[in-house]
Structure formats: C-alpha cells, structure tokens
C-alpha cells in the first residue's frame, strides 16, 4: 500500500474541503494508495503523540460544501520555526524539519500534499529541498498568487462582499448616509475592485491606487444634492493614502511574526470629516466573514479540479510543483518559479477601465 499525506496551512479559505475531497475520491480509484490528513498542518505530525487521519470516501462524504477544513489549520510556527520555552521563560523557534520528515517516513508516507498560501508553499519548497516527496495546491481568498488565474475561495469572498455592499446601499440610501467597507485582500485589490463593481459601488480604493482624499470627498458630495443622497466606499484593508503608509500593527509572536493589516476604513472615515466632510458617515468592517461558510460552485468546482490533478500529479511523480489554473486548464508549475512571486491589480487593466466606464471613483488623479 502507498501513502499519500494531506495537511491544510495558513488561514482558512472557502473550498478547502472540496479540494481535501477531490484527492480522496481520485486516490480511492487507485487500489494501492490511500489518504491519510494531518491535523493542524503538519502540528499533527510534529505533536506527540501523532495526530493523523485516515481519509477514504465515507471521511469525505459531503464535504464539499462544508466551510473551514476538516483537518483543521493553523497559521502559527510548523517545521522550520517550531515554538518552545527556553530555560529563561522565553519563546524560540527551532527547526524540527528533519524530525519530521524522520516521522513521516515511519508512517510509511510516500508523498505529501500541502495546501495553503504563500508561506505554506514556501514551506513546501524547503521541506522538497530536502528530499520529501511534496505537491503545493494554492489557496488564499486574497487571489494574489501570480501562477494561477485564481485561487479557490476567492469567488466566495467576492460574493459575500458585494452582498454585503448590496445590503448598505439599501441602509445608506434609507438614512442618506455613506458607507464605508472594509474588506480584506492584504496588498492586493481583488476583493474590494470585484465587489465595488459588483455591487455598484461608487468609491473603491485599493492598495494599488493610493487615494487622493480631496478627490473621494469630491465624489462623495457629487452623490448628494440638498443634503439628499447616499455614497457606498468599498475600500481594500492594504489601502494607503498618496504619501501615506497601510494601517498595520506589526505581530512578534515567535513563530507568527507578520504585519497584520486592518483600520483603515476607520482611518478614511476620520481623515475625511477632518478634511471637512460633513455626511454621516459609517464604518463596517466585514473581516473573517469573507473567510467562512460554505464556497460558492465556482470555488467548489476549482478546488475538486486542484484536489483532482494533486493526486495525478503524486501519480506521476511530479514533486516539487505546485497545482496551478491557467484558463482553460489545470497545469502543474515547479514551486520555485511560484513563491514570492504576488499578483497585484493591474491598474491599467480593463477591469479598473471597467469600473471608472461605470463611474467607480478610485480618488487617483484622474477623478
Ligand atoms: O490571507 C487571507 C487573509 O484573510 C487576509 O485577507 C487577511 O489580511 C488575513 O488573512 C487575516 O489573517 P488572520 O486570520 O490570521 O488574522
């Protein structure tokens, strides 16, 4: 029998289950493979003692339409930057790779496949430079890997964002008020560019188009006439103003050191009154919404195509790769050529000549 291994890293993302599904339901039309899931990433592999899974066509019965993962994620430490307490109280972070490819040849585990974002593929890559037998499948609801056309849970944050935008027109128009939305997205505009269109926004400022506030409030008081009228801002969380930086803290937790975005729609809110906007103006933050629920069939659809060609690709032995989507097909790209390499609204493209050919206001220069 040959063992193939399946952790889910990183934040979670609508579609996670269906590509965990696809592998399993592929793998099970192979007799001499089985699927086996490590939960938490690979903390099931680096705990003691183990935890693993074994998963066959009754672990993944409807699965398909169910949000998280069944497997359960995390976005904190792994192999290479495992967290312990050192003698004097303080954390560090210590690389058990080695171990745990040790422990993953005890299990008999002849190939891995790791779905997650760009930091578990950078995982990937390291852990196939040292000999483990390892596919990458890309997730992240942000669409800001540049190998595939889109990641899977993408589509459902698009869609859970302009509902949401569908629902403040409604509010604001009621009160006469403006609407500002903040959606997540990192430093790409995907999300808010898509659902601002979508949604018929009539602001939408993302990281790729510092905002000119002068420029917004002039949009902004377009929408009304005698006091009467509303204004719906879709804004992205990585957002800047010209000659200004994102709203970030920075997070030092050993083995979870990153820059957490989140505030600016807050930021925009109070620079616009001090810039002497005087519409009520509200705040909704959508946050891990976009993440949650069940994924949208575009994204279902997606993942069990990345779970289907995953297993193939342990099949044909092509380790080192990532699964990627390139219109119309499921292609495999080597891992190395992928990571770090982010895709970002191009703000030239015809989707941003779209938006301002419906009179979406980005507050650049040409507002
Ligand atoms: O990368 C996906 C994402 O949801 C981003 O859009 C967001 O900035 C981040 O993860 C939030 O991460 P966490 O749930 O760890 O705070």
Redesign the pocket.
């Known amino acids: 029998m040959k063992r193939v291994l399946v952790a889910t890293g990183?934040?979670d993302?609508p579609g996670l289950n269906a590509v965990i599904r696809g592998i399993v339901k592929r793998a099970s039309q192979e007799s001499e493979w089985e699927v086996i899931g490590s939960i938490e990433s690979f903390n099931g592999i680096l705990r003691e003692p183990t935890e693993i899974v074994v998963l066959d066509n009754k672990a993944v019965e409807g699965i398909h339409y169910q949000g998280g993962t069944v497997l359960g994620t995390t976005?904190k430490g792994g192999p290479f930057a495992w967290p312990i307490k050192s003698n004097d109280g303080t954390w560090i972070a210590v690389d058990r790779s080695d171990e745990m490819i040790r422990k993953l040849q005890y299990l008999a585990v002849d190939a891995v496949i790791n779905i997650g974002?760009d930091g578990s593929q950078l995982i990937s890559q390291k852990l196939y430079e040292k000999g483990l037998n390892i596919i990458g499948v890309p997730k992240?609801?942000?669409n800001?890997l540049s190998a595939t056309d889109f990641t899977f849970g993408f589509q459902t944050a698009v869609q859970i964002a302009t509902e949401a935008v569908d629902k403040l027109v409604t509010t604001a128009a009621s009160h006469n008020r403006t609407f500002i939305l903040e959606v997540?997205?990192?430093d790409a505009g995907w999300?808010a560019l898509n659902a601002a269109i979508a949604g018929g926004a009539d602001v939408c400022i993302i990281p790729e188009i510092p905002y000119d506030i002068h420029k917004v409030i002039k949009k902004i008081e377009s929408r009304y006439h005698k006091g009467r009228g509303f204004c719906n801002i879709v804004i992205a969380?990585?957002a800047k103003p010209i000659d200004g930086e994102t709203v970030s803290s920075v997070v030092d937790e050993v083995g979870y050191a990153?820059r957490?975005?989140?505030g600016v729609a807050e930021q925009l809110k109070s620079e616009l009154k001090d810039a002497g906007l005087e519409q009520d103006t509200r705040v909704t933050v959508l946050g891990?919404l976009?993440?949650g629920g069940i994924p949208i069939a575009y994204d279902r659809v997606l993942a069990t195509q990345f779970g289907v060609k995953a297993f193939e690709m342990v099949l044909d032995k092509e380790y080192g790769k990532m699964v990627a989507y390139r219109h119309p097909n499921i292609i495999s790209v080597p891992l190395i050529e992928v990571i770090n390499q982010p895709n970002f609204v191009d703000v030239e493209s015809d989707l941003v000549k779209t938006a301002k050919g419906v009179g979406i206001c980005f507050g650049d220069k040409s507002d």
């Open positions: 990183g934040g993302c976005n974002g992240t609801i942000d800001d997540m997205g990192r999300i969380e990585g990153h957490k975005l989140g891990h976009q993440r």
